[in-house]
């Protein structure tokens, strides 16, 4: 699954280049805007919200303002309450990427911030982007 993202002016830094942490910014922003399009999260009344308690990213390749972006979305491991994203940026419609992440959600209860079992129709959403 692929989301086309921009950069901003800011992104840059001193070096000319797209700063390390906006990396971790496009992809959560790649994933989390599939999660709400997908209907997957809802943002201010959804029981289930995802945590984040790993993330990773390889660089192997620089971006820059005002390029834009291309984040191909995957999903490497589906648990009973967890899922492990795996993310690649391109630089427009590039074939290499230029940076590889992961990070992993935990599904929590909104109020409890307890893990709760990914629910089958969940499941079923997150399974047509297994890899």
Do not use: Q
């Amino acid at each position: 699954m692929f989301r086309t993202l921009t950069t901003r002016w800011s992104d840059n830094d001193i070096y000319g280049h797209m700063n390390n942490v906006v990396h971790y910014a496009l992809f959560d922003s790649a994933v989390n805007g599939w999660l709400i399009e997908t209907g997957l999260l809802d943002l201010h009344g959804g029981e289930e919200i995802g945590l984040v308690v790993e993330t990773g990213c390889r660089y192997h390749g620089e971006l820059a303002f005002p390029d834009p972006v291309t984040a191909g979305i995957g999903i490497s491991r589906l648990g009973r309450s967890s899922v492990r994203y795996e993310i690649a940026l391109f630089r427009g419609e590039g074939e290499i990427a230029a940076a590889e992440g992961f990070f992993v959600h935990v599904n929590v209860d909104r109020r409890t911030r307890r893990p709760v079992a990914i629910g089958p129709a969940r499941r079923a959403k997150f399974e047509e982007i297994l890899l």
